[in-house]
């Protein structure tokens, strides 16, 4: 009996006492159908979701680190700290409820902003009746397929499968963003809505995005079709390497909005979807959506008393980035016309070269960059200042300090450690972008451990490789030139998570060739940095000009410092190598990455048609034709 016991109680199923004889009854039947049951379950949505799908992977490791529980708060009051559930909740709805309360604007601080929007930026009238057309049965049915089923309903309760009539009530759940997590500036409300509304919501955005995608400022890279955020930072460093070779004094300034979007007005929205020429119906329908709903704060499960939200966008439906940078827009034009705001000025020659190329003003990324007019507020203490040229530039830490409120934070090559401009390193030294690598480096490995805990297949592994432990590197690849050393590094701790406790250990190479002709089509860091120049490299080898908004805007600025660089055509240097005497010497050079691309694709002239003033332009060793191809190539002069 003893044994008996002590064998059942290893498979952690209950003991029944039975008071009247004193015997044991077990119950490991019902316990064990239980978790055979759960088991299938298990295997079945696994065998479903196959271990090569990268995203369920991924919510399978991150599910339960994204649950926090709030232990304490700063009063935003008293400024005590407060930890049971009655103070939590007084001090989240006293926080939001002044987050949410709309200050005074000045009319003519919002006229000046919407000047900068041209007339001509306007949605014709002509499709102003296909933006106020009722949504059809069918359109709520397309839209429900395509939102994610494993999105968090509203306080109703009802996922996307099963849609009712919009209800005016929301949640606001919050998730952390800095490491003071007892004051609740750096927490970030996610509102809990619910599922018809924002399936409407995901409509009315997908009826205004192709309108307003041709009429957002192309400085404005965040949250729009088409665009990447990769050209603003391949553009800052364009600007960089410039100012590095001028010696120029220009600084830059990474500005940042407090509560961005919990600080939206709701007049002054309004009146920026109007200039638009967004229909008035859709404005009224938006405005009463976002500022006439009540929310309630949930902190660890316990819910507040409701309270009506008079301004601010909601972080989690799905029309809330677009209305943000409709609110942004002004502001960016405003900057961009500006005679007061002289920018970065190009060299002349790159002027001349390309008269496309003007100076650069402000780039922006969602809320990354005023306050009379939007009650925007300007974030003094996460605004960075930093030399272009990685100059000290005394005179301008002097200015800045002298300012009301003073802007501190300086950055120039006397720098310990790069800044970071979204996600891309900002520096001016080989220590400052060693660091960067080095701590990039940290996260893969890192990353590689907590994924080498599921016990996947080597097709599995090379799945997590490619689209989640190399995420992050993929990103800095596209505008970072890192040394061959250092891709050596990433690609070695991709070949240990790859051959974790495996022996024979397979080549790295020999997994890199696609499933048809025996790899396993793993990603090499080397080959990788060079497949993702060619956004850039395609249209300035072929010459075009930027079309639409989802073209390169940066290309015009790249050819331009190309020819500033070799005092002649853009062309010269990206295809022969011995006209790149002038890029050797910069630190900042995001060019060598597009060199190298470029050297990499297979190249011949026998099909082009010369003549002779390009053959005396040519480098000599180009200008030499072999006499197998002589007639050839005379038929073209």
Avoid at 188 to 210: E, G
Wanted: aromatic share 10%; net charge positive.
């Amino acid at each position: 009996m003893q044994q008996d016991f002590l064998n059942v109680n290893r498979r952690r199923v209950f003991a029944i006492w039975d008071a009247d004889n004193g015997n044991r009854a077990f119950a490991p039947s019902l316990n064990l159908g239980r978790m055979n049951n759960l088991a299938l379950k298990a295997g079945k949505f696994w065998r479903k979701n196959s271990e090569i799908s990268a995203g369920f992977l991924k919510r399978c490791a991150t599910r339960r680190a994204t649950q926090t529980c709030i232990d304490e708060l700063e009063h935003p009051v008293t400024g005590t700290r407060c930890s049971s559930p009655t103070d939590l909740q007084d001090a989240a709805i006293l926080f939001y409820q002044q987050l949410y309360t709309p200050e005074e604007i000045h009319q003519s601080s919002v006229d000046s902003l919407l000047e900068a929007v041209p007339t001509t930026c306007r949605i014709p009238d002509s499709v102003s009746g296909s933006l106020v057309r009722p949504f059809s049965t069918v359109d709520l049915i397309d839209a429900a397929k395509h939102c994610p089923n494993h999105s968090s309903p509203g306080p109703d309760g009802i996922p996307y499968q099963i849609l009712l009539l919009v209800f005016e009530h929301n949640h606001a759940s919050r998730i952390a963003t800095q490491d003071d997590l007892t004051s609740l500036k750096n927490w970030r409300p996610i509102s809990l809505i619910n599922t018809d509304a924002k399936v409407f919501t995901r409509l009315l955005n997908a009826r205004l995005m192709p309108h307003l995608n041709r009429l957002i400022s192309l400085q404005q890279l965040g949250f729009m079709p088409g665009r990447f955020i990769g050209e603003n930072g391949k553009l800052l460093n364009v600007v960089m390497s410039v100012a590095e070779k001028t010696s120029s004094q220009a600084i830059g300034l990474l500005l940042d909005q407090e509560k961005a979007y919990d600080r939206i007005h709701p007049e002054y929205l309004r009146q920026s979807m109007s200039v638009l020429g967004i229909p008035s119906a859709v404005i009224d329908s938006l405005c009463t959506l976002f500022f006439s709903t009540s929310i309630r704060i949930n902190i660890n499960g316990h819910l507040s008393d409701s309270f009506i939200q008079q301004r601010g966008l909601r972080q989690g439906d799905p029309i809330s980035p677009l209305l943000f940078n409709i609110a942004f827009d002004p502001f960016i034009r405003s900057m961009n016309t500006s005679p007061d705001i002289a920018g970065f000025k190009f060299p002349p020659l790159a002027q001349e070269t390309n008269s496309s190329v003007s100076a650069i003003k402000i780039m922006a990324y969602a809320d990354d960059t005023l306050s009379n007019a939007s009650n925007a507020l300007l974030n003094f203490g996460k605004t960075e200042a930093f030399s272009l040229s990685g100059s000290t530039l005394p005179l301008w830490r002097t200015y800045l300090q002298q300012l009301s409120p003073p802007i501190t934070s300086w950055h120039d090559k006397s720098a310990l450690s790069p800044l970071i401009y979204l996600g891309y390193p900002v520096y001016s030294s080989v220590t400052q972008r060693n660091q960067f690598v080095d701590q990039l480096l940290t996260k893969v490995k890192l990353s590689c451990q907590i994924h080498s805990q599921r016990s996947l297949s080597i097709r599995g592994r090379v799945a997590v490789l490619n689209t989640l432990i190399y995420s992050k590197l993929w990103q800095v690849l596209r505008v970072v030139p890192l040394t061959t050393t250092q891709l050596a590094s990433f690609r070695s701790l991709g070949s240990a998570f790859l051959n974790n406790y495996r022996f024979p250990r397979i080549a790295y190479t020999a997994l890199v060739p696609s499933r048809k002709v025996g790899g396993l089509g793993t990603l090499d860091p080397c080959i990788q940095q060079l497949t993702l120049q060619w956004r850039w490299v395609l249209p300035l080898l072929s010459g075009s000009s930027p079309t639409s908004v989802t073209a390169s805007f940066s290309v015009q600025y790249i050819r331009a410092v190309l020819s500033f660089f070799t005092q002649g055509d853009y062309l010269r240097p990206l295809l022969f190598s011995q006209c790149r005497n002038g890029f050797s010497s910069l630190l900042k050079n995001p060019y060598k990455i597009l060199f190298q691309a470029v050297d990499h694709l297979p190249k011949t002239f026998l099909q082009s048609r010369l003549n002779a003033s390009t053959c005396v332009d040519l480098p000599l060793e180009y200008a030499l034709i072999s006499p197998d191809n002589l007639n050839s190539q005379i038929s073209g002069w």
